[in-house]
C-alpha cells in the first residue's frame, strides 16, 4: 500500500512528462485504429458491393449489335449485357452521362430515396447532385427531357465517376453520372451502345479470356473498339490504390509511436532506477522482495500503456464513421454501416502495454539484479567516458561546444532517441509535403499537351487531319508475363506542335523518333537504346520498338511513335488514324466517336484535388509538429535532470541565465539538426517505395520530388518546435538552486 501510494506522488511530481508519453501513446493508438479501422470496412465495402452488384470486367463497344447473347456467353463462358449512354451537355462546362439501367451487371444501388418506376425519373450521383443542387424530387432537364431526381446512385463501373477512364482527377462541378430507364432513350439521338462482360471462370487470367472473346466476336465479323478492362480502368481501381495505401500507412505510423514511448520510457525508468538506488537497496534491506519492487516500478509505464491505448481507441472508434462517409463521398460507395473489429481494438489497447511492459521490464530488471549493498552504495550513477565521446576528441573546441557535445554523448540512449524522434516527425511532416509537390510537378507536365480537344473514333479513319487538327494512332499494350501493367503506345505526327515531349534539360524532342515518358520507363526499367517488346492487347501477338530517348513527363504511361512507323509495325493502312488532337472544338458527328476529352475541365478539378491534398498536409504538418515538440521536450527534461548540480555549479560560479539555458538548452541542436537532414532522403525512398507500389495498381507512376521550397518550411516548422520546448522547460533550469551543489558535495 505504502509502494502505491508513492505511484501517485512519483506521477504528480512529473505532471508535464508524463502526460507528454501519454499523448504519444494516444496518438499511435488513434492512428492504429483509425486508420485500420477505416482501410478495413472500405475494403469490405467495396468487395461486397462489387460482388453483390455485379461489377464487369472489361467492357467494349461494337460495330453493330451482337446478334445472339446466349450463343456468345456460352461460348465464352461469361455474362454479357448491353447498356446505353449518352453524354448530355447541361452548361458550356457541365456534362451528365445518361445511362441504362441494367439487370445483370453493373446493378444500380440505390443509396437514398427509391429505385426507377418510370421512364421519367432519374437517378443521381450523389456527389454530382450535391454540387450541382439537385435534392430528392427535384426536376432536371437533360437532353431535351424532363426527369424527376428520385434517388442517388452507385454504380461498380463508376466507384470513382471520371469521365474518361484514362483522367486522374474529377470534378463533380463538371461531371456527373444519371441512371434512367431503357425506354427513357427513345427519342435521344447519338446514344451509344455498350457491352459488360464478367466472366464465370474468377481463377483464369483476364487477358486470356478477353482474347478468347475477342476472337469469337471477330468471327461473328463484329469490330470492336473501346476495350477496357477492369484492372486497367481508374474508374474502379483508384479506391483500391487508397485502400492499400491506408492499409500501408496503418501499421508504421503506430508502431514508430510505440517504440519512441518505449524508448523514452526505458531511458527514463533506467535513469530513475539509477537515481534511487539507494532507496531500492535500502526498501529491499527491509524486506521487499524483488518482485514487489519490480511490480512498484512497472506500475507507470503499464498505467500510461493502458490508459493511452484505451483513450486513443475510444476516440478512434467515433471517428471511422464519418472518416468513412467523407472518403466515400469521394469514391462513390453505397455505406450501409460500418463494422469495428474487436481485434484491432484488442491490438489498440494493448499493444502499447506489450511494448512498453516488455521495454520498462529489461531496463528495470537488469537494475534490480544487483545486490541491496550494490545499490545503496550508489556508485554506479558516475558518467564514463564512452569511446564515441574518446575518439571526437573534445578538447580541441572551446568550452561551450565540448560541454553541449558531451552532454549528448554522455547518454547514447538519450541521443538515438531524440535522434530517431526528430527523424521520424521530420519523415512525416516531409512525407505530406512531398505528395502535394509531387502531384503539382506532375500536373505540371500537362505542357506536354498543348491542344484543348482529344477526339476518339470508333473506328479507324484514313485520310488528312482536318484544319487545326493533329492524327494519331494508339493501341494497348502490355509487357510479357506483366498483364497488370498497361499503356498505350501511339504513334504521331513527326511534326507534330500539340505533342511537346522534353528531357530533363528542358530541352524539346523531336516527334520524328520514339520517346517514351519518364514513369513508364521506371517502371518498366527502360532507357534510351533499348529495344522493347510488348504484346497488343488487341491481337494478343508481340511489337517491337526501339526506344530512341525519355520524356520527362509524369502524367501518363506513353510511347510515342512516328506515326507512319506505328501504322506499318501494326500494319495499319498507310494514312489511318484513330483520333485527333485539336485546338478548336471540331463539328464531328457524335455517333463516329469513341469518346473526347476536354483538357479546359482540368483545372477545376485539380482545384478540387489539391483542396483536399493540402488539408492532408495541414493535419500531418500539426500531427508531427506534436510529435516533435513532445520528444524534444522530453529529452530536454532528462537532461536538465542530469545535469542539476552542474547547473546549480554554473550559478555559483556565476554564470548569467542566458549563458546557463544556452550551454543546456541548445546542446540538442545539432542532434535535432542531423536528424532532420537524414530525414530528407528517408521521406524521399518511402514516398517512392510507395508510390511505386500504388502505381502498380491505378497505372500512375508519380515521382518522388522533394522541394527545397518545402524543405525549408518542414525545417522552420521543426526549429519552431525546438524553440517552443525549450520555453516550457526554462522554468525548469531556473528553479534549479545553488544549494543543489552544495549538497552534492556534502553526500
Not at 515 to 523: F, K, M, V
Request: with cysteine.
Amino acid at each position: 500500500m505504502v509502494l502505491q501510494r508513492r505511484v501517485l506522488r512519483m506521477l504528480k511530481e512529473n505532471k508535464l512528462r508524463y502526460l507528454a508519453i501519454l499523448i504519444l501513446i494516444i496518438l499511435g493508438s488513434y492512428t492504429f485504429v483509425a486508420a485500420a479501422g477505416l482501410s478495413q470496412n472500405l475494403a469490405s465495402l467495396v468487395t461486397t458491393f462489387t460482388e453483390e452488384h455485379r461489377q464487369e470486367d472489361l467492357s467494349f463497344r461494337t460495330d453493330r449489335a451482337i446478334p445472339d447473347y446466349k450463343e456468345m456467353e456460352e461460348a465464352a463462358n461469361a455474362i454479357i449485357e448491353d447498356y446505353l449512354s449518352f453524354d448530355a451537355d447541361l452548361t458550356d462546362t457541365l456534362t451528365l452521362r445518361l445511362l441504362s439501367k441494367t439487370e445483370k451487371l453493373n446493378i444500380p444501388a440505390v443509396t437514398e430515396g427509391r429505385p426507377l418506376s418510370g421512364p421519367g425519373e432519374i437517378l443521381l450521383d450523389p456527389a454530382f447532385a450535391g454540387a450541382n443542387g439537385y435534392s430528392l424530387g427535384s426536376q432536371i432537364a437533360v437532353a431535351g427531357k424532363t426527369f424527376t431526381v428520385v434517388g442517388f446512385v452507385s454504380l461498380p463501373h463508376y466507384i470513382y465517376p471520371l469521365k474518361n477512364i484514362n483522367d486522374i482527377i474529377y470534378s463533380p462541378t463538371e461531371f456527373g453520372v444519371g441512371v434512367i430507364e431503357r425506354e427513357a432513350f427513345v427519342n435521344i439521338g447519338g446514344y451509344e451502345r455498350i457491352y459488360s462482360v464478367r466472366f464465370n471462370d474468377r481463377t483464369q487470367s483476364l487477358n486470356t479470356q478477353a482474347l478468347q472473346l475477342r476472337e469469337y466476336l471477330q468471327a461473328e465479323g463484329i469490330t470492336v473498339s473501346d476495350w477496357v478492362d477492369i484492372m486497367n480502368n481508374r474508374r474502379a481501381r483508384l479506391v483500391w490504390a487508397s485502400i492499400t495505401g491506408m492499409q500501408t500507412m496503418s501499421v508504421p505510423l503506430p508502431v514508430a509511436m510505440f517504440l519512441l514511448s518505449c524508448l523514452i520510457i526505458g531511458i527514463m525508468f533506467w535513469r530513475l532506477i539509477r537515481r534511487e538506488g539507494v532507496i531500492i537497496g535500502t526498501l529491499s534491506a527491509q524486506g521487499y522482495r524483488r518482485r514487489e519492487l519490480l511490480v512498484h516500478y512497472m506500475a507507470i509505464p503499464l498505467l500510461l500503456a493502458l490508459v493511452g491505448g484505451l483513450i486513443g481507441t475510444v476516440l478512434a472508434l467515433p471517428s471511422i464513421e464519418p472518416m468513412l462517409k467523407a472518403l466515400t463521398s469521394y469514391y462513390n460507395v453505397p455505406v450501409p454501416g460500418i463494422e469495428i473489429s474487436f481485434f484491432n481494438v484488442l491490438i489498440g489497447i494493448l499493444t502499447p502495454g506489450l511494448f512498453l511492459g516488455l521495454s520498462s521490464y529489461l531496463v528495470i530488471h537488469s537494475e534490480l539484479k544487483r545486490s541491496p549493498a550494490e545499490l545503496m552504495k550508489g556508485d554506479r550513477q558516475r558518467t564514463k567516458v564512452n569511446p564515441l565521446e574518446r575518439s571526437l576528441k573534445l578538447d580541441r573546441f572551446k568550452f561551450s561546444t565540448k560541454f553541449k557535445l558531451r552532454e549528448q554523448l554522455r547518454s547514447i540512449p538519450r541521443l538515438v532517441f531524440l535522434f530517431l524522434g526528430v527523424t521520424s516527425a521530420s519523415v512525416l511532416m516531409l512525407f505530406g509535403f512531398t505528395m502535394l509537390n509531387s502531384f503539382n510537378h506532375v500536373f505540371k507536365t500537362f505542357d506536354v499537351y498543348q491542344f484543348e480537344y482529344e477526339y476518339s473514333f470508333r473506328e479507324l479513319q484514313v485520310g488528312e487531319a482536318p484544319e487545326g487538327a493533329e492524327v494519331f494512332n494508339a493501341g494497348r499494350f502490355y509487357p510479357e508475363d506483366k498483364e497488370d501493367i498497361e499503356f498505350y503506345i501511339t504513334g504521331i505526327e513527326p511534326d507534330a506542335a500539340l505533342v511537346t515531349l522534353k528531357d530533363r534539360k528542358g530541352n524539346l524532342l523531336p516527334n520524328n523518333q520514339t520517346n517514351i515518358t519518364r514513369s513508364l520507363a521506371r517502371r518498366l526499367n527502360i532507357k534510351a537504346g533499348d529495344t522493347v517488346t510488348f504484346i497488343n492487347k488487341e491481337d494478343g501477338k508481340p511489337y517491337s520498338f526501339k526506344i530512341d530517348a525519355v520524356a520527362d513527363s509524369y502524367i501518363e504511361q506513353f510511347i510515342f511513335v512516328p506515326i507512319r512507323e506505328f501504322n506499318e509495325i501494326m500494319g495499319f493502312p498507310e494514312n489511318s488514324y484513330i483520333g485527333l488532337f485539336s485546338t478548336e472544338k471540331l463539328d464531328i458527328p457524335g455517333e463516329k466517336l469513341a469518346g473526347t476529352k476536354t483538357m479546359g475541365e482540368l483545372p477545376e478539378a485539380m482545384d478540387e484535388f489539391f483542396g483536399q491534398t493540402i488539408s492532408m498536409v495541414v493535419l500531418l504538418t500539426i500531427v508531427s509538429s506534436i510529435v516533435a515538440m513532445i520528444i524534444i521536450y522530453l529529452v530536454t527534461i532528462l537532461i536538465i535532470e542530469e545535469n542539476r548540480n552542474t547547473i546549480s555549479l554554473f550559478k555559483v560560479f556565476g554564470y548569467r541565465r542566458r549563458e546557463i539555458r544556452s550551454l543546456i538548452l541548445d546542446s540538442s541542436t545539432f542532434v535535432i539538426v542531423t536528424g532532420f537532414i537524414i530525414a530528407v532522403p528517408i521521406a524521399a525512398a518511402s514516398m517512392g517505395a510507395l508510390y511505386g507500389y500504388l502505381g502498380n495498381m491505378i497505372n500512375l507512376t508519380l515521382p518522388p520530388i522533394v522541394s527545397p521550397l518545402y524543405v525549408a518550411v518542414s525545417f522552420a516548422a521543426i526549429m519552431l518546435t525546438f524553440q517552443f520546448s525549450k520555453l516550457l522547460c526554462a522554468r525548469n533550469v531556473e528553479t534549479v538552486s545553488m544549494s543543489e551543489a552544495l549538497k552534492a558535495g556534502t553526500e
